[in-house]
């Protein structure tokens, strides 16, 4: 079976600083994806940043960069020079290749932006 | 290029009644599947279609039916409503989860549902 996990149910950060968001996972799987998708209070998903399993490198889009620790199965979310439009909820999750096909989601983490 | 869609928005049932939501697709995907996402939970899957004409079960399928008999559309089916079935329901397709790297599954905005 394949988990994501969530420890922080909750973050906030001051507006202009760094914040980073902790998933870990579990899976059997050799090939797969990780993903950050953001929750705004408008309830739409949206995609904030993808890794490949394969790809040594940490995957980075703009303010947006992950640290990517294959053997830790750790897979956290770094939001650099935060803004205010940032506040949402923030799903990790897991897309195995080789298994069942669909996206395993962590529980969430609720980030304040302070001002 | 609309994306992914929902219908309803909103919807109030009473216990024992029975919906159909649906949602569309107007990027050619292949794969579909509804969401169910309850607080503190996340999102968790209830049926997927790896193509038209099949489905299959997900993490938490009982209480829900699908179709999937047209390749932009996918259908979820409550025949009859309990309060445990009040939720927020996602819909998402993707051309292929084996697909090039820069696939990804996209959202539909959602349905509140709730059930009295």
């Known amino acids: 079976a394949q988990t994501v996990t969530q420890s922080q149910p909750e973050m906030s950060v001051q507006e202009a600083e760094t914040v980073t968001l902790s998933c870990t996972y579990d899976?059997?799987?050799?090939?797969?994806?990780l993903f950050w998708y953001k929750q705004p209070p408008s309830r739409q998903m949206i995609l904030v940043i993808r890794?490949?399993?394969?790809?040594?490198q940490n995957a980075t889009e703009n303010r947006f960069s992950v640290n990517f620790q294959k053997a830790a199965k750790s897979f956290s979310l770094k939001i650099s020079d935060s803004q205010l439009g940032d506040a949402a909820m923030y799903f990790c999750a897991l897309w195995g290749i080789q298994g069942a096909q669909k996206l395993v989601f962590g529980q969430g983490t609720r980030l304040t932006i302070n001002p | 290029n609309a994306g992914v869609t929902q219908t309803p928005k909103f919807r109030v049932l009473k216990t024992g009644q029975s919906m159909t939501l649906l949602c569309a697709q107007d990027m050619n995907h292949e794969y579909m599947y509804w969401y169910r996402q309850d607080p503190g939970m996340g999102l968790r899957l209830i049926h997927y279609?790896?193509?038209?004409?099949?489905?299959a079960k997900g993490e938490v399928p009982d209480g829900y039916n699908v179709s999937r008999l047209k390749k932009q559309n996918f259908l979820l089916g409550l025949e009859s409503a309990a309060p445990s079935q009040t939720s927020v329901y996602f819909c998402?397709?993707?051309?292929?989860?084996?697909?090039?790297?820069?696939?990804?599954?996209?959202f539909g905005p959602g349905t509140r549902l709730t059930v009295l």
């Open positions: 279609s790896v193509g038209e004409g099949t489905t």
């Open positions: 890794q490949e399993a394969y790809k040594q």
């Open positions: 998402a397709s993707s051309y292929s989860p084996r697909g090039p790297s820069t696939d990804t599954q996209y």
């Open positions: 899976t059997s799987e050799s090939d797969y994806y």
